[in-house]
């Protein structure tokens, strides 16, 4: 049980050997093209528009916080933009929506998948929307930056955001099981929900540098993944591990290649961004996005805790996490968000993660290795029950820890996600103790 009396019990409990033993089981066996203009017909991208109209394989209106906060700021954000540089095309939505809508898929079907996402909803699934829109991950990204008024404050032209997004979708593999291209937009919708339902911009002071970084943060975060760990690349001397000298290989590797894809200037977003913001965006997108690696996890969860509000009355106020800090966690947060969404994605992505984890085994086995970790070899899978096991496993040990330490600094959380980690739970407690494969978590569908 995963369940806490107090904010000590837990942080006891996160830092036991136990813990820390079954986190080191998951994860201790924890690749640039030359870009070409797009030709273009009507203004927009053939290449943009085939990627966004080609069948999938794998599988816009509402009140914006940052209006909210628009009379405010708008000022202070409009002067962090070079306005020569700013593309005018920035009605980046209703764009997507006109050039996406077909016979088959109108523009009211797609106005309801914006409006899915930008409330947050519980029923939304990437899976789902990858079943009529051939592009996941720039319809999140599109309606998303459009939400929180980024296009317009940082004169983001839907043309360039759609070139931008497509490169970096084409920068995932899609050969990989988990981590590709569904997984960015799971992440970044897994992001503004944790905004969104949270009161997190206003609670932080959060302004549209902040917005622009945690957004873009989240689409880029595992860009070009190779779907092997952090362990087998240190392990083998990979040249990926020998640039990063072992030290959050894949994470300094995500955060450079995105950054260097902006160095084509058709996809450079940040073009009108003026150079001292942009130095502050990129610095903290990085950050962000090496907070993003397991092994800082139980660290975040100890600072949260020890960071988290005391109760009014309180003799004394514990010191504030520093919000860039604040931030990164909450990029974690998002990253293994899933399995307190929905539980049909959810299930999904625990078994892809699981074939993506076995084809790593393979791996080690194909190079001799004679002693594959049980969470990668699929010989020693253990059926349906056992793998329901890990999952409870993780769940107790390293989502409701984290979930449960966030809502201590944002409490609206906590009555929204914790009844869905707990069905979750209640879902992989079952299939676990029915020891057969009924009811189990879905294969994956290649």
Known sequence: DASFSSTEEMKAVMISQEMRDYFAAIFATDVAEEERPPSREDGVSSDVRQRLRAPQRNTLTGSSPMRRVAGKHVNAFRRTARRSLADIDTDTTSLLISQLSTSALGESRLAAWKDMIVRGDDDFSVFDLGSEVADPLTFVAVVLFDFYKLNEHFGIGFERMCAFCSALGAGYKDSNSFHNSLHAADVTFGLHCLLHHSGAVELQGLEAM?????????????????????????????????????????????????????????????????????????????????????????????????????????????????????????????????????????????????????????????????????????????????????????????????????????????????????????????????????????????
């Not at 092997?228 to 591990?241: E, F, K, Q, W």
């Not at 004679?370 to 329901?388: I, L, T, W």
């Open 210 to 446: 902040h917005l622009l970084a945690l957004l873009f943060g989240a689409l880029v975060h595992d860009f070009r993944h190779p779907g092997v760990t952090n362990a087998y690349l240190i392990a083998r001397s990979d040249p990926l591990a020998l640039t990063y000298n072992d030290k959050s290989v894949l994470e300094n590797y995500h955060a450079a290649e995105a950054f260097k894809l902006l160095q084509n200037a058709s996809l450079n977003i940040f073009q009108a961004v003026d150079a001292k913001h942009l130095r502050e965006v990129r610095a903290l997108v990085v950050r962000m996005v090496l907070a993003t690696d397991m092994s800082d996890h139980f660290a975040q969860v100890t600072e949260l805790i020890s960071s988290a509000p005391k109760e009014l009355g309180a003799e004394h106020e514990p010191p504030k996490m520093e919000r860039d800090r604040f931030l990164s966690v909450l990029m974690h947060t998002a990253d293994v968000s899933h399995p307190f969404r929905q539980l049909e994605a959810h299930l999904h992505f625990s078994a892809r993660i699981r074939d993506e984890f076995f084809a790593q085994g393979d791996l080690e086995r194909k190079h001799g290795s004679d002693k594959v970790a049980a969470m990668f070899d699929r010989e020693q899978y253990g059926g349906e029950s056992k793998f329901a096991a890990q999952q409870l496993g993780f769940i107790d040990a390293i989502i409701q820890p984290l979930l449960e330490a966030l809502a201590g600094h944002l409490p609206q959380l906590r009555p929204r996600y914790l009844p869905k980690l707990e069905h979750a739970r209640e879902y992989w407690a079952a299939v676990r103790d029915k020891g057969s494969t009924a009811g189990a978590a879905p294969e994956l569908e290649v």
